[in-house]
Protein backbone atom coordinates (compact mmCIF):
# COMPACT_ATOMS: atom_id res chain seq x y z
CA UNK A 1 0.00 0.00 0.00
CA UNK A 2 1.65 3.34 -0.97
CA UNK A 3 0.34 5.95 1.06
CA UNK A 4 1.15 9.75 0.53
CA UNK A 5 0.29 13.36 1.59
CA UNK A 6 -0.13 16.45 -0.55
CA UNK A 7 -1.61 19.88 -0.22
CA UNK A 8 -3.52 19.52 -3.76
CA UNK A 9 -3.76 15.91 -5.99
CA UNK A 10 -4.83 16.58 -9.50
CA UNK A 11 -6.30 13.74 -10.60
CA UNK A 12 -5.91 13.35 -14.84
CA UNK A 13 -2.41 13.68 -17.10
CA UNK A 14 -3.68 14.84 -20.02
CA UNK A 15 -3.02 18.42 -21.32
CA UNK A 16 -5.34 20.28 -19.23
CA UNK A 17 -4.31 18.32 -15.72
CA UNK A 18 -0.51 18.50 -16.77
CA UNK A 19 -0.79 22.36 -17.85
CA UNK A 20 -2.91 23.06 -14.56
CA UNK A 21 -0.33 21.26 -12.05
CA UNK A 22 2.62 22.86 -13.53
CA UNK A 23 1.08 26.65 -12.97
CA UNK A 24 -0.07 25.46 -9.65
CA UNK A 25 3.17 24.31 -8.40
CA UNK A 26 5.02 26.97 -10.02
CA UNK A 27 2.56 29.98 -8.43
CA UNK A 28 2.78 27.60 -5.05
CA UNK A 29 6.81 26.54 -5.04
CA UNK A 30 6.00 25.72 -0.94
CA UNK A 31 2.96 23.62 -1.63
CA UNK A 32 3.30 20.07 -2.47
CA UNK A 33 1.29 18.42 -5.24
CA UNK A 34 1.05 15.45 -7.22
CA UNK A 35 -0.81 14.51 -10.14
CA UNK A 36 -2.43 11.06 -10.49
CA UNK A 37 -2.70 9.36 -14.15
CA UNK A 38 -4.26 5.77 -14.00
CA UNK A 39 -2.17 4.72 -17.37
CA UNK A 40 2.07 3.89 -17.35
CA UNK A 41 2.37 6.79 -19.39
CA UNK A 42 0.75 10.47 -19.63
CA UNK A 43 -1.04 12.25 -22.31
CA UNK A 44 -2.05 8.92 -24.22
CA UNK A 45 -5.88 9.89 -24.58
CA UNK A 46 -7.43 12.68 -26.19
CA UNK A 47 -3.81 14.32 -25.73
CA UNK A 48 -2.56 11.79 -27.22
CA UNK A 49 -5.06 11.52 -30.55
CA UNK A 50 -5.41 15.17 -30.94
CA UNK A 51 -5.30 16.59 -34.79
CA UNK A 52 -2.41 19.06 -33.52
CA UNK A 53 -3.92 22.15 -34.55
CA UNK A 54 -3.04 25.46 -32.51
CA UNK A 55 -6.66 26.96 -33.20
CA UNK A 56 -6.43 30.85 -33.35
CA UNK A 57 -10.03 31.53 -31.83
CA UNK A 58 -12.53 32.28 -34.88
CA UNK A 59 -15.42 29.75 -34.31
CA UNK A 60 -16.41 31.07 -30.50
CA UNK A 61 -18.84 33.16 -29.42
CA UNK A 62 -17.47 36.67 -28.65
CA UNK A 63 -17.21 36.84 -24.69
CA UNK A 64 -17.57 33.06 -24.07
CA UNK A 65 -14.68 31.16 -22.15
CA UNK A 66 -13.83 29.35 -24.80
CA UNK A 67 -13.13 32.64 -27.34
CA UNK A 68 -11.06 34.20 -24.32
CA UNK A 69 -8.95 31.29 -23.60
CA UNK A 70 -8.36 30.27 -26.75
CA UNK A 71 -7.21 33.53 -28.30
CA UNK A 72 -4.93 33.52 -25.11
CA UNK A 73 -4.10 30.08 -25.15
CA UNK A 74 -2.66 30.49 -28.76
CA UNK A 75 -0.04 33.10 -27.64
CA UNK A 76 1.08 31.38 -24.65
CA UNK A 77 1.76 28.22 -26.89
CA UNK A 78 3.87 29.74 -29.23
CA UNK A 79 6.02 32.17 -26.72
CA UNK A 80 6.05 28.29 -24.81
CA UNK A 81 7.34 26.58 -27.61
CA UNK A 82 9.71 28.95 -28.38
CA UNK A 83 11.31 28.92 -25.49
CA UNK A 84 10.94 25.20 -24.35
CA UNK A 85 13.07 24.33 -28.38
CA UNK A 86 9.42 22.40 -28.97
CA UNK A 87 9.18 22.23 -33.06
CA UNK A 88 5.60 24.08 -34.91
CA UNK A 89 4.53 25.72 -37.61
CA UNK A 90 2.49 28.62 -38.55
CA UNK A 91 1.01 27.34 -41.60
CA UNK A 92 -1.93 29.01 -41.56
CA UNK A 93 -5.59 28.41 -42.03
CA UNK A 94 -8.49 28.41 -44.58
CA UNK A 95 -12.23 27.97 -44.17
CA UNK A 96 -13.31 27.73 -47.55
CA UNK A 97 -17.34 28.65 -48.88
CA UNK A 98 -17.94 26.21 -51.64
CA UNK A 99 -21.62 27.58 -51.82
CA UNK A 100 -22.89 30.64 -52.38
CA UNK A 101 -24.72 30.15 -49.80
CA UNK A 102 -21.94 29.28 -47.36
CA UNK A 103 -20.88 33.07 -48.25
CA UNK A 104 -22.75 34.89 -45.66
CA UNK A 105 -22.06 32.47 -42.86
CA UNK A 106 -18.48 33.38 -43.94
CA UNK A 107 -18.66 36.39 -43.69
CA UNK A 108 -20.45 36.12 -40.04
CA UNK A 109 -17.11 34.18 -38.56
CA UNK A 110 -15.02 37.04 -40.12
CA UNK A 111 -16.99 39.15 -37.81
CA UNK A 112 -16.76 37.04 -34.91
CA UNK A 113 -13.44 36.56 -35.15
CA UNK A 114 -12.38 40.53 -35.53
CA UNK A 115 -14.38 40.53 -32.16
CA UNK A 116 -12.97 37.80 -30.61
CA UNK A 117 -9.60 39.90 -31.28
CA UNK A 118 -8.01 37.06 -33.73
CA UNK A 119 -4.66 38.03 -35.74
CA UNK A 120 -4.32 39.22 -39.38
CA UNK A 121 -7.73 37.63 -40.35
CA UNK A 122 -8.75 38.65 -43.62
CA UNK A 123 -11.16 37.70 -46.35
CA UNK A 124 -9.88 36.64 -49.84
CA UNK A 125 -11.73 35.41 -53.17
CA UNK A 126 -11.17 32.45 -55.41
CA UNK A 127 -7.70 33.75 -57.03
CA UNK A 128 -6.20 34.83 -53.12
CA UNK A 129 -7.13 30.70 -52.28
CA UNK A 130 -5.33 29.49 -54.76
CA UNK A 131 -1.98 31.54 -54.60
CA UNK A 132 -2.10 30.33 -50.54
CA UNK A 133 -3.64 26.64 -51.80
CA UNK A 134 -3.04 25.84 -55.50
CA UNK A 135 -5.10 22.67 -55.32
CA UNK A 136 -7.82 24.13 -53.28
CA UNK A 137 -11.26 25.61 -54.89
CA UNK A 138 -13.15 27.78 -53.42
CA UNK A 139 -15.53 31.23 -54.59
CA UNK A 140 -14.43 32.87 -50.75
CA UNK A 141 -12.44 32.29 -47.82
CA UNK A 142 -11.79 33.32 -44.21
CA UNK A 143 -7.30 33.61 -44.10
CA UNK A 144 -6.71 32.33 -40.33
CA UNK A 145 -2.62 32.80 -41.01
CA UNK A 146 -1.94 33.01 -37.09
CA UNK A 147 -3.14 29.30 -37.23
CA UNK A 148 -0.84 26.73 -36.88
CA UNK A 149 -0.26 22.91 -35.81
CA UNK A 150 1.82 21.18 -33.08
CA UNK A 151 2.73 17.51 -31.36
CA UNK A 152 0.11 18.15 -28.42
CA UNK A 153 1.25 15.06 -26.91
CA UNK A 154 4.84 16.12 -26.96
CA UNK A 155 4.05 19.64 -25.47
CA UNK A 156 2.05 18.14 -22.56
CA UNK A 157 4.87 16.24 -21.72
CA UNK A 158 6.78 18.74 -21.41
CA UNK A 159 4.45 20.49 -19.21
CA UNK A 160 5.29 17.54 -17.06
CA UNK A 161 8.81 18.16 -17.14
CA UNK A 162 8.17 21.20 -15.93
CA UNK A 163 6.17 19.62 -13.44
CA UNK A 164 8.37 17.50 -11.76
CA UNK A 165 11.42 19.79 -12.04
CA UNK A 166 9.71 22.35 -9.73
CA UNK A 167 9.31 19.31 -7.40
CA UNK A 168 6.26 17.88 -8.06
CA UNK A 169 5.09 14.20 -8.04
CA UNK A 170 3.96 12.22 -10.60
CA UNK A 171 2.29 8.51 -9.54
CA UNK A 172 0.93 6.82 -13.09
CA UNK A 173 -0.46 3.83 -12.92
CA UNK A 174 -3.41 5.38 -10.49
CA UNK A 175 -6.75 4.84 -11.39
CA UNK A 176 -8.92 6.73 -9.03
CA UNK A 177 -11.95 4.59 -7.49
CA UNK A 178 -12.77 6.26 -4.15
CA UNK A 179 -12.57 9.94 -2.97
CA UNK A 180 -13.61 10.11 0.34
CA UNK A 181 -12.90 12.01 4.12
CA UNK A 182 -11.05 11.10 6.53
CA UNK A 183 -11.93 10.43 10.50
CA UNK A 184 -8.86 9.37 11.63
CA UNK A 185 -5.44 10.50 11.21
CA UNK A 186 -2.92 7.73 9.36
CA UNK A 187 -1.28 5.57 11.67
CA UNK A 188 1.83 6.82 13.33
CA UNK A 189 1.02 10.40 12.11
CA UNK A 190 1.31 13.23 14.57
CA UNK A 191 -0.42 15.60 12.05
CA UNK A 192 -4.13 14.58 12.69
CA UNK A 193 -6.55 15.78 9.98
CA UNK A 194 -4.31 17.78 7.87
CA UNK A 195 -4.78 16.16 4.93
CA UNK A 196 -8.50 14.74 5.61
CA UNK A 197 -9.18 14.24 1.58
CA UNK A 198 -8.53 10.24 0.88
CA UNK A 199 -8.06 9.00 -2.99
CA UNK A 200 -7.60 5.23 -3.31
CA UNK A 201 -6.91 3.44 -6.12
CA UNK A 202 -8.44 0.33 -7.86
CA UNK A 203 -4.64 -1.23 -7.44
CA UNK A 204 -4.69 -1.00 -3.80
CA UNK A 205 -2.83 2.87 -3.29
CA UNK A 206 -3.55 5.50 -1.51
CA UNK A 207 -2.66 9.33 -1.08
CA UNK A 208 -4.04 11.65 1.17
CA UNK A 209 -4.16 15.54 0.27
CA UNK A 210 -6.15 18.72 1.32
CA UNK A 211 -7.56 19.46 -1.89
CA UNK A 212 -7.93 17.91 -5.44
CA UNK A 213 -8.36 19.10 -8.58
CA UNK A 214 -9.70 16.57 -11.31
CA UNK A 215 -8.91 16.87 -15.22
CA UNK A 216 -10.70 13.45 -15.65
CA UNK A 217 -11.51 14.01 -19.67
CA UNK A 218 -13.57 11.06 -20.30
CA UNK A 219 -14.37 10.56 -17.13
CA UNK A 220 -14.97 13.49 -15.63
CA UNK A 221 -18.58 12.97 -14.82
CA UNK A 222 -17.86 9.34 -12.79
CA UNK A 223 -14.97 11.62 -10.78
CA UNK A 224 -17.96 13.85 -10.39
CA UNK A 225 -20.42 11.33 -8.97
CA UNK A 226 -17.16 9.67 -7.12
CA UNK A 227 -16.73 12.97 -4.83
CA UNK A 228 -21.00 13.29 -4.15
CA UNK A 229 -21.14 16.49 -6.62
CA UNK A 230 -23.08 16.57 -9.64
CA UNK A 231 -23.86 13.99 -12.46
CA UNK A 232 -24.40 16.85 -15.24
CA UNK A 233 -23.14 17.60 -17.80
CA UNK A 234 -23.21 13.81 -18.67
CA UNK A 235 -20.37 12.54 -20.93
CA UNK A 236 -20.60 11.04 -24.12
CA UNK A 237 -17.73 9.64 -25.92
CA UNK A 238 -17.63 10.50 -29.76
CA UNK A 239 -15.34 8.99 -32.21
CA UNK A 240 -13.55 10.55 -34.88
CA UNK A 241 -11.81 8.45 -37.89
CA UNK A 242 -9.30 9.81 -39.87
CA UNK A 243 -8.18 9.05 -43.56
CA UNK A 244 -4.49 10.13 -44.18
CA UNK A 245 -2.67 11.37 -47.62
CA UNK A 246 -0.93 8.89 -49.05
CA UNK A 247 2.83 10.19 -49.00
CA UNK A 248 3.31 11.20 -52.60
CA UNK A 249 0.18 13.47 -52.68
CA UNK A 250 0.94 15.63 -49.77
CA UNK A 251 1.72 18.45 -51.93
CA UNK A 252 -1.79 18.73 -52.82
CA UNK A 253 -2.15 20.71 -49.13
CA UNK A 254 0.10 23.43 -47.39
CA UNK A 255 -1.75 24.73 -44.30
CA UNK A 256 -5.40 23.79 -42.96
CA UNK A 257 -8.44 23.55 -45.24
CA UNK A 258 -11.58 24.05 -42.96
CA UNK A 259 -15.54 23.58 -44.21
CA UNK A 260 -17.60 26.83 -43.46
CA UNK A 261 -19.82 25.14 -40.49
CA UNK A 262 -23.04 24.73 -40.66
CA UNK A 263 -24.82 25.53 -37.47
CA UNK A 264 -27.61 23.05 -38.21
CA UNK A 265 -25.31 19.79 -37.36
CA UNK A 266 -23.46 19.56 -34.14
CA UNK A 267 -19.90 19.12 -35.26
CA UNK A 268 -17.43 21.26 -37.60
CA UNK A 269 -17.36 18.57 -40.39
CA UNK A 270 -14.37 17.17 -42.42
CA UNK A 271 -11.38 19.79 -43.08
CA UNK A 272 -7.48 18.96 -44.42
CA UNK A 273 -4.62 19.25 -41.08
CA UNK A 274 -0.83 18.34 -41.76
CA UNK A 275 0.93 17.27 -39.10
CA UNK A 276 4.31 17.91 -37.71
CA UNK A 277 5.68 14.73 -39.21
CA UNK A 278 4.73 15.77 -42.79
CA UNK A 279 1.74 13.65 -43.23
CA UNK A 280 -1.60 15.24 -43.33
CA UNK A 281 -4.99 13.98 -42.37
CA UNK A 282 -8.45 14.36 -43.80
CA UNK A 283 -11.20 14.28 -41.57
CA UNK A 284 -13.17 13.49 -38.92
CA UNK A 285 -16.41 11.67 -39.00
CA UNK A 286 -18.05 11.71 -35.54
CA UNK A 287 -19.78 8.49 -34.28
CA UNK A 288 -20.70 7.44 -31.24
CA UNK A 289 -18.45 5.39 -29.49
CA UNK A 290 -19.20 2.18 -27.63
CA UNK A 291 -15.85 2.31 -25.24
CA UNK A 292 -15.18 5.89 -23.76
CA UNK A 293 -11.30 5.50 -24.92
CA UNK A 294 -12.51 3.02 -28.26
CA UNK A 295 -10.42 4.12 -30.93
CA UNK A 296 -11.09 1.22 -33.11
CA UNK A 297 -15.02 0.84 -34.94
CA UNK A 298 -15.41 -2.81 -32.70
CA UNK A 299 -14.30 -1.78 -29.44
CA UNK A 300 -16.84 -1.90 -26.64
CA UNK A 301 -17.75 -1.77 -22.87
CA UNK A 302 -20.77 -2.68 -21.82
CA UNK A 303 -20.88 0.04 -18.71
CA UNK A 304 -20.23 3.01 -21.37
CA UNK A 305 -22.59 2.00 -23.92
CA UNK A 306 -26.14 1.24 -21.99
CA UNK A 307 -24.89 4.51 -19.52
CA UNK A 308 -24.83 5.97 -23.14
CA UNK A 309 -27.64 4.89 -24.50
CA UNK A 310 -30.09 5.26 -21.47
CA UNK A 311 -28.98 9.00 -20.89
CA UNK A 312 -32.34 10.72 -22.30
CA UNK A 313 -29.84 13.80 -23.16
CA UNK A 314 -28.73 11.52 -25.90
CA UNK A 315 -31.44 10.10 -26.81
CA UNK A 316 -32.92 13.46 -27.34
CA UNK A 317 -30.38 14.75 -29.28
CA UNK A 318 -30.04 11.28 -31.99
CA UNK A 319 -33.68 12.02 -32.41
CA UNK A 320 -32.68 15.85 -33.36
CA UNK A 321 -29.94 14.69 -35.54
CA UNK A 322 -30.56 11.63 -37.21
CA UNK A 323 -29.84 12.00 -40.67
CA UNK A 324 -26.57 13.67 -40.20
CA UNK A 325 -25.58 10.86 -37.63
CA UNK A 326 -26.72 8.16 -40.45
CA UNK A 327 -24.65 10.26 -43.00
CA UNK A 328 -21.09 10.15 -40.30
CA UNK A 329 -21.64 6.57 -39.66
CA UNK A 330 -22.10 5.99 -43.64
CA UNK A 331 -19.29 7.68 -44.31
CA UNK A 332 -17.12 6.08 -41.52
CA UNK A 333 -17.56 2.55 -42.82
CA UNK A 334 -17.47 3.53 -46.91
CA UNK A 335 -14.26 5.91 -47.34
CA UNK A 336 -15.35 7.17 -51.02
CA UNK A 337 -18.39 8.89 -49.99
CA UNK A 338 -15.98 11.03 -47.17
CA UNK A 339 -13.67 11.59 -50.24
CA UNK A 340 -16.81 12.60 -52.46
CA UNK A 341 -16.97 15.74 -49.94
CA UNK A 342 -12.98 16.48 -49.43
CA UNK A 343 -13.60 16.89 -53.76
CA UNK A 344 -15.32 19.99 -53.12
CA UNK A 345 -12.45 21.42 -51.76
CA UNK A 346 -9.58 19.25 -53.88
CA UNK A 347 -10.91 18.39 -56.90
CA UNK A 348 -7.86 16.64 -57.36
CA UNK A 349 -8.34 14.22 -54.96
CA UNK A 350 -9.03 10.42 -55.71
CA UNK A 351 -9.99 7.59 -53.68
CA UNK A 352 -7.11 6.21 -54.07
CA UNK A 353 -5.10 8.84 -52.46
CA UNK A 354 -5.91 8.15 -49.14
CA UNK A 355 -5.38 5.46 -46.35
CA UNK A 356 -7.62 4.98 -43.41
CA UNK A 357 -5.84 6.83 -40.81
CA UNK A 358 -6.06 7.14 -37.14
CA UNK A 359 -8.99 7.66 -34.49
CA UNK A 360 -9.34 9.70 -31.70
CA UNK A 361 -11.96 9.91 -28.81
CA UNK A 362 -13.98 13.61 -28.01
CA UNK A 363 -15.44 13.61 -24.56
CA UNK A 364 -18.24 15.45 -25.25
CA UNK A 365 -20.34 16.59 -22.32
CA UNK A 366 -24.11 16.66 -22.99
CA UNK A 367 -27.34 18.19 -20.83
CA UNK A 368 -30.45 16.98 -20.19
CA UNK A 369 -32.41 18.18 -22.91
CA UNK A 370 -30.05 16.84 -25.95
CA UNK A 371 -27.62 20.01 -26.11
CA UNK A 372 -23.78 19.77 -26.71
CA UNK A 373 -22.24 21.21 -23.50
CA UNK A 374 -20.15 24.05 -25.82
CA UNK A 375 -18.27 26.27 -23.53
CA UNK A 376 -16.01 25.33 -20.37
CA UNK A 377 -18.01 24.08 -17.14
CA UNK A 378 -16.02 23.78 -13.26
CA UNK A 379 -17.18 22.83 -10.34
CA UNK A 380 -17.77 21.69 -7.10
CA UNK A 381 -19.99 20.49 -4.58
CA UNK A 382 -21.19 20.90 -0.86
CA UNK A 383 -20.10 19.46 2.18
CA UNK A 384 -16.68 18.69 3.73
CA UNK A 385 -15.83 16.64 0.44
CA UNK A 386 -17.11 18.40 -2.30
CA UNK A 387 -16.32 21.59 -1.03
CA UNK A 388 -12.70 20.83 -1.15
CA UNK A 389 -12.69 19.40 -4.65
CA UNK A 390 -12.91 21.51 -8.50
CA UNK A 391 -14.01 19.45 -11.18
CA UNK A 392 -12.72 20.80 -14.69
CA UNK A 393 -16.75 19.16 -16.10
CA UNK A 394 -16.02 19.83 -19.37
CA UNK A 395 -12.88 21.11 -21.65
CA UNK A 396 -13.91 21.09 -25.43
CA UNK A 397 -11.59 21.43 -28.11
CA UNK A 398 -9.67 23.99 -28.24
CA UNK A 399 -8.66 23.03 -25.02
CA UNK A 400 -4.91 22.08 -26.58
CA UNK A 401 -4.60 25.19 -27.71
CA UNK A 402 -6.44 27.23 -24.90
CA UNK A 403 -4.29 24.95 -22.11
CA UNK A 404 -1.89 27.26 -20.64
CA UNK A 405 -5.09 29.74 -19.84
CA UNK A 406 -6.74 27.28 -19.13
CA UNK A 407 -4.16 26.39 -16.42
CA UNK A 408 -3.99 29.82 -15.39
CA UNK A 409 -8.04 29.94 -14.66
CA UNK A 410 -8.21 27.27 -12.71
CA UNK A 411 -4.89 28.37 -10.84
CA UNK A 412 -7.21 31.57 -9.99
CA UNK A 413 -10.43 29.86 -9.10
CA UNK A 414 -8.00 27.29 -6.30
CA UNK A 415 -6.56 30.12 -4.93
CA UNK A 416 -9.95 31.66 -4.56
CA UNK A 417 -11.69 28.84 -3.47
CA UNK A 418 -9.02 27.37 -1.26
CA UNK A 419 -6.96 30.08 -0.16
CA UNK A 420 -3.62 28.37 -1.27
Known amino acids: MLCSSFDVAVIG ?67 YCQKKGVPYKICGKL ?30 DAKAIR ?67 IIKSSQGKEVRCRFVLACGGLYSDRLSEMSGCSSEPRIVPFRGDYLVLKPEKNYLVRGNIYPVPNPQFPFLGVHFTPRM ?12 AFKREGYKLYDFDTQDFFNALSYRGLQRL ?8 MGEMYRGVFTSAQVKILQKFIPELSPSDILRGPSGVRA ?18 KGELGSRVL ?12 SLAIAEMIADELQKRFQL
Open 13 to 79: GGIVGLASARELILRHPNLTFTLLEKEKELALHQTGHNSGVIHSGIYYTPGSLKAQLCVRGATLTYQ
Open 95 to 124: IVAVEREEIPRLKALYERGQKNNVRDLRLI
Open 131 to 197: EKEPYCRGIMALDSPYTGIVDWRLVALTYGEDFQEAGGTVITEFEASDITVATESPAGSAEGLKYPI
Open 277 to 288: DGSVWLGPNAVL
Open 318 to 325: VMKNIVYG
Open 364 to 381: QALDAEGNLVDDFVFDGG
Open 391 to 402: HVRNAPSPAASS
